[in-house]
């Protein structure tokens, strides 16, 4: 919001817009919340939404789009090959990120698998701040591996540090001095999704760039929560508080080689895509879009999607709008934390994170204390999280790889939700915090399906339990 000071009341985030068109919402009994745990398996992914109040899952694919927006889709021009929106879009890459090529594919995991397959060969490394599960695996699809560079202040959940997304230099520098050679390129993820939506200064990825140019090898930026990346550069980092979104956006994208995103994130709509400058990278990548997405001028998207995303990339260097969601889920965190709710701090970008382990840290790990506590939070509240944990992440020979930590996340799709909503689940959050003892763990249905969409139980009635002590406290209110 802009610099609003309030008279009579604490600061709130202001929403710096009006709702135009409204989707209808109900909340379920909780009696119906444990049914509905019971039939879908105790596991948020396989909640549906009728079934739900709000729905903080993920922001992928479900920010709200403006009129503007809307209205763009219309003049969408139809063609196989060679739409004007294609060509609109295209402009709208150059005039924002300054890059001559653009190539559309149908989300960001796509520009993972383009780039992987154009730039990775058996046995390389690729360097990144930290790791992304849809990156993870088409790297490793193409022989390649990757190393994690983050800075130590990043795997601690509470801290004052602004940017724990950070490369760490040092360890950069002696990863690429070691491995020249292997390293076609670093891969710079701004803002860092698995812990906690934290941000990267922009003086620390220049710096990283710099490193790369020394050793050889290319930068690559994922900036699919760019978004609220810029917000917290603007906002956080010193050196760049007169400049203007466009100015920090221009210096990243001049000093990267490359950049992707998923327009499922940034731009408000649905879609991704990667911009360069390179022609012969770009013809080769070109190839892979043709053999796998589409012809290369709509790469899989619609062509309205494509108009949207011309608008809301606009939108993205309105500061206004790109502090939506970080002031939401700043409100949400503080509000939690009132009531001690152990939250990753400082708030980051896409959602509040819960730090389940302080939580539940009754639950075993082997019974998923982030999985338990999203169907806890889903009994308490009728709207459901994602579990961020060991459910979630890559396993290795039967094992969780990286279970450094255990989150549940609310998102919070951006210009979606109002503080009043906000308030409600932090009031029943809150509520679930004072009870946290009748939490229970839960196990998976079948030891041949353990996978993050898969069938979980709950290991006792714990379920009913919390459901009892709703009613006792709440009445019949939902
Ligand atoms: C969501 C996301 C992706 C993958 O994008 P999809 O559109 O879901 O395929 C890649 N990188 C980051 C940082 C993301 O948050």
């Not at 609003?4 to 119906?32: A, D, G, W, Y």
């Not at 739900?52 to 139809?78: F, K």
Request: hydrophobic share 40%; aromatic share 10%.
């Amino acid at each position: 919001m802009a610099n609003i000071k309030f008279f009579n009341t604490e600061s709130f985030p202001l929403e710096m817009h009006k709702v135009c068109t409204v989707q209808q919402l109900t909340i379920p009994s909780v009696e119906r919340r444990v049914e509905a745990l019971y039939e879908t398996g105790f596991n948020s992914y396989r909640l549906t939404t009728d079934d739900l109040y709000l729905d903080m899952l993920t922001d992928s694919g479900v920010n709200a789009m403006s009129n503007e927006q809307l209205a763009s889709m219309l003049r969408a021009d139809e063609a196989y090959a060679g739409s004007a929106t294609y060509k609109r879009l295209s402009a709208k890459i150059k005039e924002i990120f300054n890059k001559d090529y653009f190539l559309p594919v149908h989300q960001g995991r796509a520009c993972e698998n383009m780039l992987a397959r154009g730039l990775v060969k058996e046995g390389d490394i690729i360097p990144m701040n930290f790791f992304f599960g849809s990156t993870v695996n088409q790297i490793k699809q193409c022989g390649g591996t990757f190393r994690i560079m983050l800075c130590d202040e990043g795997l601690k959940l509470q801290s004052d540090v602004p940017f724990k997304g950070n490369f760490d230099l040092e360890k950069l520098e002696s990863f690429l001095k070691a491995e020249r050679g292997r390293v076609p390129f670093m891969r710079i993820e701004a803002g860092t999704n698995l812990i906690g939506g934290q941000p990267i200064a922009l003086d620390n990825m220049l710096a990283a760039v710099r490193l790369c140019k020394e050793y050889g090898a290319l930068a690559v930026l994922d900036a699919s929560l760019l978004q609220d990346n810029l917000y917290f550069i603007k906002t956080r980092e010193e050196a760049y508080k007169n400049a203007s979104i466009r100015e920090i956006t221009r210096k990243l994208a001049d000093a990267v080689d490359i950049i992707y995103f998923s327009a499922r994130k940034l731009g408000f709509a649905r879609g991704g895509g990667i911009c360069l400058n390179d022609s012969e990278i770009y013809e080769r990548l070109k190839a892979f879009v043709a053999r796998f997405e589409g012809f290369p001028t709509y790469g899989g998207m619609s062509v309205r999607e494509m108009e949207a995303i011309c608008v809301g990339l606009d939108d993205t260097m309105n500061e206004d709008v790109i502090s939506q969601g970080p002031q939401m889920i700043a409100f949400l965190c503080g509000e939690l934390q009132k009531h001690g709710v152990p939250v990753v701090t400082p708030p980051g970008g896409l959602g509040c994170h819960i730090d389940a382990m302080k939580f539940v840290p009754h639950i075993p790990y082997e019974q998923y204390p982030a999985g338990s506590l999203a169907c806890a939070i889903y009994i308490a509240s009728g709207s459901r999280g994602m579990e961020r944990g060991c459910i979630d992440e890559p396993w290795e020979d039967g094992k969780p790889a990286y279970g450094a930590m255990e989150l549940v996340r609310l998102a919070v799709p951006r210009r979606v939700y109002t503080v009043s909503q906000m308030r409600y689940m932090a009031d029943r959050v809150a509520w679930l915090y004072e009870h946290r003892d009748l939490i229970g763990g839960i196990k998976f249905e079948s030891e041949q399906h353990k996978n993050f969409f898969d069938r979980l139980t709950a290991v006792n009635d714990w379920p009913y339990r919390l459901a009892e002590q709703f009613r006792r406290d709440f009445g019949d209110s939902v």
